[in-house]
């Protein structure tokens, strides 16, 4: 069974870090992006960051500068780092991935709240 697991959510304060993680298990087929999406309370989900296979990424304008994507293609994971926190950034993180013959998949989520 193919699946995506996160980790890392949590509550922070305003200008702190987090660092999500995210780990694909269950097929052995390649994938062809990974990355991160968020939804917040009332609002569509929004692309915040995604690593494509070739190295390139892309990141959503409200999170340019303070979040950073890495990805482990032999591992199969995709992290995700978040500094300078803001409360707009307050959020059910999701875990992507685009597989070459399965797809899209999404995780579970995982929180992110931040508040003084």
Known sequence: QVQLVESGGGLVQPGGSLRLSCAASGTPFSIAAMGWYRQAPG???ELVAISFRGSSTNYGDSVKGRFTISRDNAKNTVTLQMNSLKPEDTAVYYCYADYI???????Q????????
């Open 43 to 45: 609002k569509l989900r």
């Open 101 to 107: 013959r399965l797809g899209s998949v999404w995780g």
């Open 109 to 116: 989520g995982t929180q992110v709240t931040v508040s003084s």
